[in-house]
Nanobody, 124 residues
Framework: EVHVAESGGGLVQTGGSLRLSCIVSGFTFEDYSVGWFRQYPGKARQAISSIKRSDGTTHYADSMKGRFTISSDNARNVVYLYMNNLRPEDTALYYC?????????????????WGQGTQVTVTS
């Protein structure tokens, strides 16, 4: 059974940083992509970034370039999202997701397995 779990969210002041972690287990495909998304209450999920397991190819949504960095530790099956210079508008529920064994970019439809999300709250 595939299991996806996010961690690392919390409360941070404006200008601060956080590192989110996405741990994947039970996945048998050799190659897949991991994406990070966020969601505001009542809104659709918004893509942040993705990374392809086999070669580390990354994609970023235009609005996320510069302050967000994705990386992976394949030996530990963990993907990280580093978030710097956080702003109150970054307050959201952050999700990671796994594609269905094929490389994926930034479309939510490309991802099959989702975690429960981790809350990030940025105070002014």
């Amino acid at each position: 059974e595939v299991h996806v779990a996010e961690s690392g969210g919390g409360l941070v002041q404006t200008g601060g940083s956080l590192r989110l972690s996405c741990i994947v287990s039970g996945f048998t495909f050799e190659d897949y992509s991991v994406g990070w998304f966020r969601q505001y209450p009542g809104k659709a999920r918004q893509a942040i970034s993705s990374i392809k397991r086999s070669d580390g190819t990354t994609h970023y949504a235009d609005s996320m370039k510069g302050r967000f960095t994705i990386s992976s530790d394949n030996a530990r099956n963990v993907v990280y999202l580093y978030m710097n210079n956080l702003r109150p508008e970054d307050t959201a529920l952050y999700y990671c997701a796994i594609s269905d064994g094929r490389p994926a970019r930034l479309g939510t439809y490309e991802y099959r397995y989702w975690g429960q999300g981790t809350q990030v709250t940025v105070t002014s």
